[in-house]
């Protein structure tokens, strides 16, 4: 063999070897093998009792409010109290007078947005001066107003339920932000028990996620009891399937978080924090419906009521901004834009302009928007 050819043939033969050896190194770790249970009762480690806590302590705040509204046949409102209504924000001074609320060291303000927590101190200023009013809510009076279904509610001169405009809030600037916070978090510690427990700190952040939801362990196969994101998951069901691919993907995320499997893990946290974003655009759009009916029966109470739930939604939209929201900040200010500043003065076109801005941005088609 000539010198020549020696030389090709040593490199031809170097080049072989370390073509093997690239492709000995692409091989990757195979996907762990295992099974998905087909409820939350098939992880035996859970625990989401501080989620429970929180939204049981979301409710007394609701019915706190709900007794400036006072009972028939009064027709002015009842004093509020604020400091009283931002203690249970706070759990401060045993302000729930029960034991397991006021005991547990939870807040609903320490679990929500940061940037929310002036927001939600101004909407009770807002409903405590409405309570204080002595007066019947119409057209530019703040004070008490009654639905046709005789429905009591705190308005302001603008027609503005601030009682309204706190919850739906804290369904964005606290349940939202606390499952979306908690399905993307890959920093916390997945192999060890936690001291005491069962579970790794990833399984249970995962599964407060879940109880944040609020929905029954078996959903949606058994649809009730529901509240708060749970039931209006049921009431956009019909346009946008949410129920099941919410639940699978919790299912998924959570088996896989126990079997190792970040990557699953993560796939799915991308589709619950995508599929909550849809939720709430479908949520305002299904307030919106409801104010047609409200106008085609002439009950403007009702009507400026589920206006203020619509107009909560779009509001909470604006602080999560997790990687999963479409709409950008100058959508929902555009979003914002077509609500009357004073809600009594809606018309069916405002409603319309509204529920098409966002079925541009959200891609719903009309069946899907019959259905929500």
């Avoid at 959570?254 to 993560?266: M, V």
């Avoid at 599929?275 to 104010?291: N, S, V």
């Avoid at 106008?295 to 009521?305: E, T």
């Amino acid at each position: 063999m000539s010198l020549k050819n020696s030389v090709l043939c040593t490199i031809l033969g170097l080049a072989l070897i370390s073509s093997c050896k690239k492709e000995d190194d692409k091989t990757e770790t195979p996907t762990p093998t295992y099974t998905v249970p087909t409820t939350y009762k098939g992880f035996t480690n859970v625990d989401y009792t501080e989620a429970t806590v929180v939204l049981g302590m979301t409710s007394a705040v609701s019915t706190e409010i709900a007794k400036g509204t006072g009972t028939a046949p009064a027709t002015v409102p009842v004093p509020l109290n604020a400091s009283t209504l931002k203690n249970m924000l706070t759990n401060s001074g045993n302000p729930f007078g029960n034991t397991i609320y006021d005991a547990s060291g939870f807040q609903i303000q320490a679990n929500s947005i940061a940037i929310a927590h002036t927001q939600t101190e101004s909407y009770i200023d807002s409903l405590v001066m409405v309570s204080n009013t002595n007066a019947v809510a119409a057209n530019g009076v703040a004070g008490l107003g009654i639905t046709q279904n005789a429905r009591r509610l705190l308005l302001t001169k603008n027609g503005i339920n601030y009682a309204q405009i706190l919850n739906k809030t804290l369904m964005g600037d606290l349940i939202y932000y606390q499952i979306a916070k908690r399905v993307l978090d890959n920093s916390l510690d997945n192999t060890t028990p936690v001291t005491g427990k069962n579970y790794t700190a990833m399984e249970h952040n995962w599964d407060l996620a879940f109880g944040y939801w609020s929905v029954p362990d078996s959903f949606p196969t058994v649809l009730t009891p529901v509240k708060f994101w749970g039931s209006y998951s049921n009431q956009v069901n019909g346009g946008l399937g949410c129920n099941a691919i919410v639940m699978n993907a919790f299912l998924k995320g959570r088996a896989a978080i126990s079997n190792k499997d970040l990557t699953t893990k993560n796939e799915q946290a991308a589709i619950i924090v995508a599929m909550f974003d849809k939720m709430t655009a479908a949520a305002i759009i299904r307030e919106l419906k409801e104010c047609d009916v409200d106008i085609a029966a002439n009950d403007m109470v009702q009507l400026v009521n589920h206006l203020s739930e619509a107009k909560a939604f779009a509001m909470s939209m604006k602080n999560n901004k997790n990687s999963g929201r479409v709409i950008t900040d100058t959508q929902i200010e555009t979003l914002l834009g077509f609500i009357p500043q004073n809600l009594w003065n809606t018309s069916l076109t405002d409603l319309t302009n509204i529920k098409t801005f966002i079925a541009n941005v959200y891609g719903f088609t009309p069946t899907q928007m019959a259905n929500m």
